[in-house]
């Protein structure tokens, strides 16, 4: 089977990250995964949801969407699809698990992960580039003397494999997914663990040892991005 650009089955597409790509943002980034292009940008709220007030605790949440021309035919703006929902949930899922929310205090931060470009991962890189976004932007509440270090846990990616026409693919295209028998989404913390695995049998059950196969695939992948991100915030951390 041939890949875009003879790519290799274990090989990610090409990734460039885009820092402070949006003036206005608190933390923002332009990620390029391939064809797949995300703007992620961060806004810090000094308030929390009701029933967090009072608990010294902060929130992260997230908004998900894809412009109506990022994909072949024109898609409408309707945010409360089913789709959109599940993925603005596993953002901000992904991203609260990456933070202190104590060290965070009461205050909200907001993530928009908005793809432009659509060809597959879209919701892998949005938790990628939404995480280089959110430290951005908790650099700048540090700045303010808000806390003395940054309140993150870990480093935070993710990836997608698959079982294209029996063979174990890392980092999709949408080509690719939609031939899938077996598509899988993984996050994963800097150190090695894991935080969400979505794993489905599109047109084939699969058995344990390709998952285990698949995990070890995403996790090869997700290394080779947090290193990516580690470059892309040197001067950071």
């Known amino acids: 089977m041939l890949r875009d650009n003879d790519r290799g089955f274990d090989k990610l597409r090409t990734i460039t ?15 390029e995964l391939g064809n797949t292009h995300v703007v992620c940008t961060v806004t810090i709220e000094e308030s929390v949801p009701h029933f967090l007030k009072g608990t010294n605790t902060g929130w992260i949440t ?7 021309r990022s994909c072949n035919v024109r898609i409408s703006r309707d945010k409360t699809a ?3 929902f599940e993925i603005q949930r596993l953002i901000g899922r992904a991203l609260r698990s990456a933070v ?8 909200t931060l907001r993530i928009d ?11 892998t890189a949005s938790i990628t580039g939404a995480f280089i976004a959110l430290v951005d932007g908790l650099n700048v509440l540090k700045k303010q003397g808000k806390f003395s270090k940054l309140p993150i ?15 174990l693919l890392l980092d999709l295209t949408y080509e690719e997914d939609s031939k899938a028998d077996v598509d899988m989404n993984v996050v994963m913390t800097g150190n090695g663990e894991f935080v969400e695995v979505q794993a489905t049998g ?4 699969f058995n344990k040892q390709e998952m285990d196969d698949l995990l070890d695939l995403a996790k ?3 290394a080779e991005i947090i290193e990516i991100q580690k470059r892309t915030l040197e001067n950071i951390f």
């Open 100 to 107: 202190d929310m104590n060290q965070l205090g009461e205050r």
């Open 113 to 123: 992960c908005d793809v432009i470009q659509a060809d597959g991962g879209t919701r």
């Open 202 to 205: 599109e047109g084939a059950s």
């Open 62 to 68: 997230a908004e998900y969407g894809m412009l109506p």
């Open 82 to 84: 089913g789709r959109t």
């Open 17 to 31: 990250i885009k820092r402070k790509f949006i003036k206005y943002a608190e933390g923002s980034c332009l990620i």
């Open 153 to 167: 846990r870990n480093f935070l990616a993710a990836t997608s494999v698959g079982k294209v026409k029996g063979n």
């Open 220 to 222: 090869k992948g997700i």
